[in-house]
């Protein structure tokens, strides 16, 4: 029998319709028996919004994030955000009401005490925008929570569901 | 627990139409992994993707990476095939990613990603999203070319995920 290597961890409730901002390993519990995080989220906003998140709690300007976007026909779009307070899973394919976004995001080596940590997401704006996302942490510590929130103030609609997932080195 | 799981897997003996039918309902996402060689010479065939059998629930696409796309395009076409005109051995690698395929009421996304090569002096890379106007849970999922069959060969491998 081989062994698991993708793993369910956590979910964020977000049934009430009410919910901004979810934390996983909130006071630094994140488990740390993985080698990668994978984060899985499909909804929509109540206003439009990108998923911006923090690491441990840290909203110093000590993230960098890169986009390469399409937005409806027009051509791919470039942009990069230097020195933010928080990093950004999404920057054109927004979350919104009456539709449902997708957006999967890969951290690697999360847990490594020697490198800077990445973010890659892939999300979808239903028919009109795409964007692949590229975000460092600048900081080597092992990630022991992550929050993962709305911008604009923006609440996560029932509808929508939050997963991560753990991949373990085999 | 493993949550990343093989529920089926198939090879094209040259099918115009591929499909992968009751789907069981008992995972949080699905993922698929596609192998795709098309019988189209000299240019790349669209794969186009039915939900449940039906050809026209499409809310539409968008796609990066594709030439002359247009997301006013409202049917599914979802990736790039390999092109006939190539090399026997060379396929085209696509990925669908389905979160909450069996969720009642909700509309259905895909995540998309891939490349195929165009003979051998093109390749396309695309990362692309597909929203439904379907909101009931996906049984089936169905695959074809515009202009061609699936080549022997043409794999696909389709993973349950569990968030539980």
Avoid: C
Avoid at chain 1, 44 to 72: E, L
Avoid at chain 2, 29 to 36: E, G, N, P, Q, T
Avoid at chain 2, 91 to 96: S, T
């Amino acid at each position: 029998m081989p062994t698991a290597t993708y793993e369910y961890i956590s979910s964020g409730n977000l049934t009430s319709g009410s919910v901004n901002s979810v934390t996983f390993g909130s006071g630094g519990t994140l488990t740390q028996a993985y080698t990668d995080l994978v984060l899985v989220v499909n909804g929509g906003a109540s206003n439009p919004a990108d998923i911006h998140v923090r690491f441990n709690g840290d909203s110093g300007a000590n993230y960098t994030f890169q986009s390469m976007a399409k937005i409806s026909g027009n051509g791919i779009s470039g942009s990069r955000y230097s020195s933010g307070t928080e990093m950004s899973f999404t920057t054109n394919a927004y979350f919104r009401s009456g539709f449902q976004n997708a957006s999967h995001t890969t951290i690697t080596s999360y847990s490594n005490p020697y490198i800077n940590k990445t973010a890659l997401s892939r999300s979808t704006f239903g028919a009109t925008e795409i964007d692949l996302v590229l975000g460092t942490w600048k900081n080597v510590n092992a990630v022991t929570s992550m929050s993962v929130t709305l911008s604009n103030s923006a609440t996560w609609t029932s509808s929508s569901t939050m997963y991560l997932y753990g991949i373990k080195e085999a | 627990m493993a949550t990343y799981k093989l529920i089926t897997s198939y090879t094209s003996t040259g099918e115009n139409i591929i499909t992968l039918s009751s789907i069981p309902q008992t995972y949080t996402d699905l993922v698929i992994k596609f192998s795709a060689k098309g019988s189209a010479n000299n240019q790349y065939d669209l794969v186009r993707v039915y939900v449940n059998g039906t050809s026209d629930n499409a809310g539409g696409a968008v796609h990066m990476g594709f030439p002359n796309y247009s997301a006013t395009y409202n049917f599914m076409n979802a990736a790039y095939t390999a092109d006939a005109a190539n090399s026997a051995n060379v396929f085209g690698p696509i990925e669908y990613y389905l979160p909450n395929y069996a969720k009642p009421s909700v509309q259905k996304s895909f995540l998309l990603l891939g490349g195929a090569e165009q003979q051998t002096s093109s390749i396309q890379n695309f990362l692309g999203g597909i929203l439904t106007t379907q909101t009931g849970a996906i049984t089936s999922l169905s695959f074809d070319g515009e202009y061609g069959s699936f080549l022997n060969n043409t794999t696909i491998y389709l993973y349950g995920i569990l968030a539980s």
